[in-house]
Protein backbone atom coordinates (compact mmCIF):
# COMPACT_ATOMS: atom_id res chain seq x y z
CA UNK A 1 0.00 0.00 0.00
CA UNK A 2 1.34 3.82 -0.70
CA UNK A 3 0.29 6.06 1.39
CA UNK A 4 0.79 9.68 2.18
CA UNK A 5 0.58 11.14 5.56
CA UNK A 6 -2.11 13.98 5.68
CA UNK A 7 -1.31 17.31 7.50
CA UNK A 8 -4.54 17.05 8.69
CA UNK A 9 -5.07 20.94 7.69
CA UNK A 10 -1.94 22.41 8.93
CA UNK A 11 1.28 23.15 6.62
CA UNK A 12 4.12 20.12 7.30
CA UNK A 13 6.51 22.60 9.66
CA UNK A 14 3.30 22.59 12.24
CA UNK A 15 4.21 18.84 12.57
CA UNK A 16 6.04 17.58 15.26
CA UNK A 17 8.49 15.15 14.10
CA UNK A 18 7.57 12.42 16.89
CA UNK A 19 4.00 12.28 14.93
CA UNK A 20 5.57 10.92 11.94
CA UNK A 21 7.24 8.53 13.65
CA UNK A 22 4.58 7.40 15.82
CA UNK A 23 2.51 6.96 12.87
CA UNK A 24 5.11 4.73 11.32
CA UNK A 25 4.41 2.23 13.98
CA UNK A 26 0.56 2.46 14.34
CA UNK A 27 0.37 1.54 11.18
CA UNK A 28 2.75 -1.33 11.03
CA UNK A 29 1.07 -2.57 15.01
CA UNK A 30 -2.55 -2.02 13.27
CA UNK A 31 -1.93 -4.49 10.52
CA UNK A 32 -0.34 -6.80 11.85
CA UNK A 33 -3.43 -7.58 14.13
CA UNK A 34 -5.22 -8.31 11.33
CA UNK A 35 -6.15 -11.46 10.98
CA UNK A 36 -4.47 -13.97 8.11
CA UNK A 37 -1.26 -11.08 8.52
CA UNK A 38 2.23 -13.22 9.16
CA UNK A 39 4.54 -10.12 9.12
CA UNK A 40 4.09 -6.30 7.94
CA UNK A 41 6.89 -3.42 7.47
CA UNK A 42 6.98 0.42 6.17
CA UNK A 43 9.62 1.74 3.56
CA UNK A 44 9.98 5.35 2.87
CA UNK A 45 8.42 6.77 -0.45
CA UNK A 46 9.34 4.45 -3.26
CA UNK A 47 7.49 1.37 -5.24
CA UNK A 48 9.15 -1.77 -6.71
CA UNK A 49 11.11 -0.53 -9.42
CA UNK A 50 11.93 2.95 -8.29
CA UNK A 51 14.38 3.87 -5.87
CA UNK A 52 17.09 6.19 -5.09
CA UNK A 53 20.72 5.66 -5.88
CA UNK A 54 24.03 6.92 -3.69
CA UNK A 55 27.35 6.73 -4.48
CA UNK A 56 30.27 5.81 -1.95
CA UNK A 57 33.16 6.93 -2.26
CA UNK A 58 36.31 4.31 -1.89
CA UNK A 59 37.01 2.34 0.95
CA UNK A 60 40.59 3.08 -0.28
CA UNK A 61 42.12 6.25 -1.86
CA UNK A 62 42.85 3.94 -4.88
CA UNK A 63 39.97 2.47 -4.93
CA UNK A 64 36.59 2.81 -7.73
CA UNK A 65 33.20 4.51 -6.25
CA UNK A 66 30.21 2.56 -5.51
CA UNK A 67 26.66 2.83 -6.78
CA UNK A 68 24.06 1.52 -4.44
CA UNK A 69 20.49 1.73 -3.68
CA UNK A 70 19.37 3.07 -0.48
CA UNK A 71 15.92 2.36 0.90
CA UNK A 72 14.23 3.57 3.86
CA UNK A 73 12.47 1.12 6.16
CA UNK A 74 11.52 0.47 9.41
CA UNK A 75 12.45 -2.14 11.58
CA UNK A 76 10.00 -5.83 10.48
CA UNK A 77 11.47 -5.16 7.22
CA UNK A 78 13.67 -7.56 6.81
CA UNK A 79 11.55 -10.64 8.34
CA UNK A 80 7.99 -9.63 5.95
CA UNK A 81 10.70 -10.23 2.95
CA UNK A 82 12.35 -13.53 4.65
CA UNK A 83 15.45 -11.81 5.10
CA UNK A 84 18.08 -12.35 7.71
CA UNK A 85 20.44 -10.48 9.76
CA UNK A 86 23.63 -12.15 8.94
CA UNK A 87 26.05 -10.12 11.26
CA UNK A 88 25.26 -7.08 13.87
CA UNK A 89 21.69 -5.80 14.13
CA UNK A 90 18.27 -5.12 13.31
CA UNK A 91 16.74 -0.78 13.36
CA UNK A 92 14.93 -1.08 16.69
CA UNK A 93 12.64 1.59 18.73
CA UNK A 94 16.12 3.33 20.01
CA UNK A 95 17.03 4.53 16.56
CA UNK A 96 14.75 7.90 16.95
CA UNK A 97 15.23 10.54 14.51
CA UNK A 98 16.71 12.89 17.67
CA UNK A 99 19.52 9.84 17.20
CA UNK A 100 22.76 9.48 14.94
CA UNK A 101 21.36 7.75 11.87
CA UNK A 102 22.65 4.37 11.49
CA UNK A 103 22.48 2.03 8.59
CA UNK A 104 22.29 -1.87 7.48
CA UNK A 105 23.95 -2.83 3.90
CA UNK A 106 23.34 -6.20 2.21
CA UNK A 107 25.79 -9.15 2.05
CA UNK A 108 26.72 -8.57 -1.48
CA UNK A 109 27.57 -4.98 -0.51
CA UNK A 110 29.43 -5.58 2.41
CA UNK A 111 31.62 -8.46 0.47
CA UNK A 112 32.68 -5.49 -2.00
CA UNK A 113 32.53 -2.73 0.33
CA UNK A 114 34.72 -4.31 3.22
CA UNK A 115 36.19 -7.28 1.47
CA UNK A 116 36.62 -10.06 4.11
CA UNK A 117 36.53 -7.45 6.90
CA UNK A 118 34.04 -7.05 9.64
CA UNK A 119 31.92 -4.27 8.61
CA UNK A 120 30.19 -3.37 11.97
CA UNK A 121 31.23 -0.73 13.56
CA UNK A 122 33.15 0.60 10.41
CA UNK A 123 31.79 3.33 7.96
CA UNK A 124 30.22 4.24 4.44
CA UNK A 125 31.61 7.16 3.36
CA UNK A 126 29.63 9.35 1.18
CA UNK A 127 30.02 12.81 0.41
CA UNK A 128 32.52 12.83 3.21
CA UNK A 129 29.95 11.94 5.41
CA UNK A 130 30.72 8.88 7.42
CA UNK A 131 27.28 6.48 7.52
CA UNK A 132 28.08 4.17 10.35
CA UNK A 133 27.39 0.13 9.91
CA UNK A 134 25.51 -1.67 12.25
CA UNK A 135 24.41 -4.22 10.40
CA UNK A 136 24.29 -6.79 7.37
CA UNK A 137 21.23 -8.32 5.94
CA UNK A 138 21.01 -11.04 3.21
CA UNK A 139 20.16 -9.48 -0.44
CA UNK A 140 17.15 -8.82 -1.58
CA UNK A 141 15.59 -7.12 -4.65
CA UNK A 142 14.12 -4.59 -3.36
CA UNK A 143 13.73 -3.02 -6.20
CA UNK A 144 12.00 -5.43 -8.47
CA UNK A 145 12.29 -8.84 -9.86
CA UNK A 146 14.57 -7.62 -12.80
CA UNK A 147 16.70 -5.96 -10.38
CA UNK A 148 20.16 -7.18 -11.17
CA UNK A 149 22.09 -5.22 -8.32
CA UNK A 150 21.73 -5.96 -4.55
CA UNK A 151 24.28 -3.60 -3.50
CA UNK A 152 21.56 -1.62 -0.98
CA UNK A 153 22.42 0.58 2.00
CA UNK A 154 19.62 0.54 4.44
CA UNK A 155 18.61 3.76 6.72
CA UNK A 156 15.83 3.39 9.65
CA UNK A 157 12.49 4.92 7.98
CA UNK A 158 11.65 6.38 11.44
CA UNK A 159 14.80 9.34 10.87
CA UNK A 160 14.14 10.04 7.68
CA UNK A 161 10.23 10.81 8.69
CA UNK A 162 9.48 10.97 4.87
CA UNK A 163 5.48 12.09 4.28
CA UNK A 164 4.68 9.12 2.11
CA UNK A 165 5.81 5.35 2.32
CA UNK A 166 4.78 2.26 0.99
CA UNK A 167 3.19 -1.23 4.10
CA UNK A 168 4.51 -4.22 2.89
CA UNK A 169 2.38 -7.04 3.96
CA UNK A 170 2.73 -11.11 3.92
CA UNK A 171 0.02 -13.00 4.68
CA UNK A 172 -0.84 -16.72 5.06
CA UNK A 173 -2.20 -17.96 1.66
CA UNK A 174 -2.14 -14.69 -0.05
CA UNK A 175 -3.02 -10.86 0.57
CA UNK A 176 -5.53 -10.27 -2.11
CA UNK A 177 -8.20 -11.66 -0.17
CA UNK A 178 -7.59 -8.87 2.64
CA UNK A 179 -7.12 -5.89 0.43
CA UNK A 180 -10.09 -4.19 1.75
CA UNK A 181 -9.13 -5.04 5.18
CA UNK A 182 -6.22 -3.69 5.11
CA UNK A 183 -7.71 -0.46 3.29
CA UNK A 184 -10.17 -0.08 6.15
CA UNK A 185 -7.79 -0.52 8.69
CA UNK A 186 -5.54 2.71 7.52
CA UNK A 187 -8.60 4.39 7.45
CA UNK A 188 -9.81 3.73 11.11
CA UNK A 189 -6.14 4.82 12.25
CA UNK A 190 -6.38 8.03 9.83
CA UNK A 191 -9.49 8.86 7.66
CA UNK A 192 -7.76 11.98 5.86
CA UNK A 193 -4.68 10.17 4.96
CA UNK A 194 -4.74 8.89 1.21
CA UNK A 195 -4.12 5.51 -0.12
CA UNK A 196 -2.28 5.99 -2.94
CA UNK A 197 -2.46 2.55 -4.18
CA UNK A 198 -2.91 -0.90 -2.77
CA UNK A 199 -1.84 -4.19 -4.64
CA UNK A 200 -0.38 -7.61 -4.49
CA UNK A 201 2.97 -8.55 -5.15
CA UNK A 202 1.63 -10.71 -8.13
CA UNK A 203 0.03 -7.52 -9.65
CA UNK A 204 3.43 -5.99 -9.54
CA UNK A 205 5.41 -8.25 -10.84
CA UNK A 206 3.27 -8.77 -14.25
CA UNK A 207 3.03 -4.92 -14.34
CA UNK A 208 7.05 -5.33 -14.51
CA UNK A 209 6.93 -8.11 -17.04
CA UNK A 210 4.24 -6.99 -19.06
CA UNK A 211 5.88 -5.77 -22.07
CA UNK A 212 8.25 -8.68 -21.90
CA UNK A 213 4.78 -11.13 -21.67
CA UNK A 214 3.45 -9.30 -24.49
CA UNK A 215 7.41 -9.46 -26.50
CA UNK A 216 6.78 -13.30 -25.39
CA UNK A 217 3.60 -13.99 -26.57
CA UNK A 218 4.05 -12.32 -30.31
CA UNK A 219 7.70 -13.74 -30.77
CA UNK A 220 5.30 -17.86 -29.55
CA UNK A 221 2.86 -16.54 -32.36
CA UNK A 222 5.39 -15.42 -34.81
CA UNK A 223 7.33 -18.57 -33.98
CA UNK A 224 4.52 -20.84 -34.65
CA UNK A 225 3.64 -19.37 -38.26
CA UNK A 226 7.49 -19.65 -38.35
CA UNK A 227 7.07 -23.39 -37.75
CA UNK A 228 3.74 -23.59 -40.06
CA UNK A 229 5.45 -22.01 -42.97
CA UNK A 230 8.38 -24.91 -42.66
CA UNK A 231 5.47 -27.82 -42.23
CA UNK A 232 3.99 -26.32 -45.71
CA UNK A 233 7.46 -25.59 -47.31
CA UNK A 234 8.78 -29.10 -46.56
CA UNK A 235 5.59 -30.64 -47.69
CA UNK A 236 5.17 -28.49 -51.00
CA UNK A 237 9.05 -29.64 -51.28
CA UNK A 238 8.83 -33.13 -50.85
CA UNK A 239 5.51 -33.66 -53.06
CA UNK A 240 7.06 -31.82 -55.55
CA UNK A 241 9.87 -33.96 -55.73
CA UNK A 242 8.25 -37.11 -56.12
CA UNK A 243 5.73 -35.64 -58.73
CA UNK A 244 9.33 -35.33 -60.72
CA UNK A 245 10.35 -38.90 -59.51
CA UNK A 246 6.95 -40.90 -59.83
CA UNK A 247 8.78 -42.80 -62.67
CA UNK A 248 11.64 -43.64 -61.06
CA UNK A 249 10.07 -44.78 -57.63
CA UNK A 250 8.16 -47.25 -60.10
CA UNK A 251 11.38 -48.58 -61.63
CA UNK A 252 12.82 -48.71 -58.21
CA UNK A 253 9.87 -51.07 -56.88
CA UNK A 254 9.84 -52.66 -60.14
CA UNK A 255 13.89 -53.55 -60.02
CA UNK A 256 13.22 -55.22 -56.09
CA UNK A 257 13.54 -51.76 -53.64
CA UNK A 258 11.37 -52.24 -51.04
CA UNK A 259 9.27 -49.66 -48.70
CA UNK A 260 11.97 -49.90 -46.43
CA UNK A 261 14.71 -48.29 -49.02
CA UNK A 262 11.95 -45.98 -50.77
CA UNK A 263 11.19 -44.40 -46.87
CA UNK A 264 14.83 -44.31 -46.71
CA UNK A 265 15.41 -42.54 -49.37
CA UNK A 266 12.79 -39.56 -48.42
CA UNK A 267 14.17 -39.63 -45.13
CA UNK A 268 17.85 -39.44 -46.20
CA UNK A 269 16.22 -36.14 -48.25
CA UNK A 270 14.44 -34.68 -45.06
CA UNK A 271 17.64 -35.13 -43.11
CA UNK A 272 19.80 -33.12 -45.24
CA UNK A 273 17.14 -30.51 -45.12
CA UNK A 274 17.44 -30.68 -41.57
CA UNK A 275 21.28 -30.87 -41.27
CA UNK A 276 21.84 -27.67 -44.06
CA UNK A 277 19.31 -25.71 -41.78
CA UNK A 278 20.57 -26.28 -38.34
CA UNK A 279 24.44 -25.90 -39.52
CA UNK A 280 23.04 -22.20 -40.64
CA UNK A 281 20.43 -21.76 -38.71
CA UNK A 282 22.49 -22.26 -34.60
CA UNK A 283 25.28 -20.03 -35.70
CA UNK A 284 22.48 -17.58 -37.10
CA UNK A 285 20.66 -17.62 -33.86
CA UNK A 286 23.47 -17.23 -31.33
CA UNK A 287 24.35 -14.07 -33.34
CA UNK A 288 20.66 -12.80 -33.39
CA UNK A 289 19.49 -13.46 -30.19
CA UNK A 290 22.35 -11.13 -28.24
CA UNK A 291 19.77 -8.68 -29.94
CA UNK A 292 17.20 -9.28 -27.02
CA UNK A 293 19.28 -10.27 -23.96
CA UNK A 294 17.63 -7.27 -22.17
CA UNK A 295 14.36 -8.24 -22.62
CA UNK A 296 15.22 -12.24 -21.27
CA UNK A 297 14.71 -13.05 -17.56
CA UNK A 298 16.34 -15.76 -15.81
CA UNK A 299 17.74 -17.29 -18.80
CA UNK A 300 21.12 -16.78 -20.72
CA UNK A 301 20.96 -15.72 -24.19
CA UNK A 302 22.87 -18.80 -25.35
CA UNK A 303 20.84 -20.84 -23.16
CA UNK A 304 21.98 -24.83 -24.77
CA UNK A 305 18.09 -26.19 -23.35
CA UNK A 306 16.70 -23.46 -25.26
CA UNK A 307 18.31 -23.58 -28.73
CA UNK A 308 17.97 -27.39 -28.15
CA UNK A 309 14.53 -27.88 -27.66
CA UNK A 310 14.19 -25.28 -30.74
CA UNK A 311 16.14 -27.92 -33.15
CA UNK A 312 14.11 -30.81 -31.76
CA UNK A 313 10.81 -29.04 -32.36
CA UNK A 314 12.05 -27.81 -36.10
CA UNK A 315 13.39 -31.88 -36.86
CA UNK A 316 9.95 -33.33 -35.38
CA UNK A 317 7.96 -30.61 -37.82
CA UNK A 318 9.92 -31.57 -40.91
CA UNK A 319 10.09 -35.03 -40.07
CA UNK A 320 5.81 -34.73 -39.65
CA UNK A 321 5.66 -32.82 -42.96
CA UNK A 322 7.73 -35.85 -44.26
CA UNK A 323 5.05 -38.31 -43.85
CA UNK A 324 2.32 -37.55 -46.43
CA UNK A 325 4.68 -37.74 -49.52
CA UNK A 326 6.42 -40.78 -48.42
CA UNK A 327 3.28 -42.77 -47.66
CA UNK A 328 2.36 -41.23 -51.29
CA UNK A 329 5.59 -42.65 -52.37
CA UNK A 330 4.88 -46.18 -51.07
CA UNK A 331 1.68 -46.32 -52.44
CA UNK A 332 2.57 -46.05 -56.17
CA UNK A 333 1.57 -49.06 -58.51
CA UNK A 334 4.97 -49.90 -60.74
CA UNK A 335 2.95 -50.54 -63.57
CA UNK A 336 1.21 -46.96 -63.26
CA UNK A 337 4.55 -45.28 -62.42
CA UNK A 338 6.26 -46.27 -65.67
CA UNK A 339 3.34 -44.70 -67.77
CA UNK A 340 4.02 -41.69 -66.58
CA UNK A 341 5.96 -39.27 -68.42
Do not use: W
Amino acid sequence: MSLRLSTSGRPPAAIPELRLDQFYKRIVDRVRTLPGVEAAATAFGFDLADGFKMKLDPLLQSGTEYEVNIVGVNPGYFDTFGAHILAGRDFDAGDTPDKRQVYIISEHLAHMYFHDENPIGRYLRHDGRELPVVGVVSDIRDLGPRETSVDTVYQDAGQLLASSLTVFVRCHGGCAPLLPTLGTAIRNLDPNTPILSIRTLQTEIEGAFSSQQMLGFLSTLFAALAMLLVAVGIYGVLSYALTRRTREMGIRIALGATAKDIAGLFVAEAAAVITIGTLIGVPGALTAVTLLRSQLFGIEPHDPGTLTGCVVCIVVTILLASIAPIKRALSIAPQQALRVE
